[in-house]
Nanobody, 116 residues
């Protein structure tokens, strides 16, 4: 399984970014997908998760600013991030949970930097 993230970058506070994560080597539609992030000096934390039925949940108080979605036809999961804040800065990782072998797979991460 390979996960390739894209869409990170530098944005001013209040701006938006959309992250994408393309998966290969798995039957994408059966799996659960998630985005995590890790800020400098902090632990990796859940941003959002979308399971194979489409049900979503969000970490902390991110719901309302962030939206996770998936396109099974494109084997891609997205994270739309609006009203970005400097505290959203970090490396964002795509995660795939294979429901058959229960293994976790990670992308290489994409840097998001929000300037004040």
């Amino acid at each position: 399984v390979q996960l390739v993230e894209s869409g990170g970058g530098l944005v001013q506070a209040g701006g938006s970014l959309r992250l994408s994560c393309a998966a290969s080597g798995t039957i994408f539609s059966r799996n659960h997908l998630a985005w995590y992030r890790q800020a400098p000096g902090k632990q990796r934390e859940l941003v959002a998760r979308i399971i194979n039925t489409g049900l979503t949940n969000y970490g902390g108080s991110l719901k309302g600013r962030f939206t996770i979605s998936r396109d099974n036809a494109k084997n891609t999961v997205y994270l739309q991030m609006n009203s970005l804040k400097p505290e959203d800065t970090g490396v964002y990782y795509c995660n795939l949970h294979d429901i058959l072998d229960t293994r976790e797979y990670w992308g290489q991460g994409t840097q998001v930097t929000v300037s004040s």
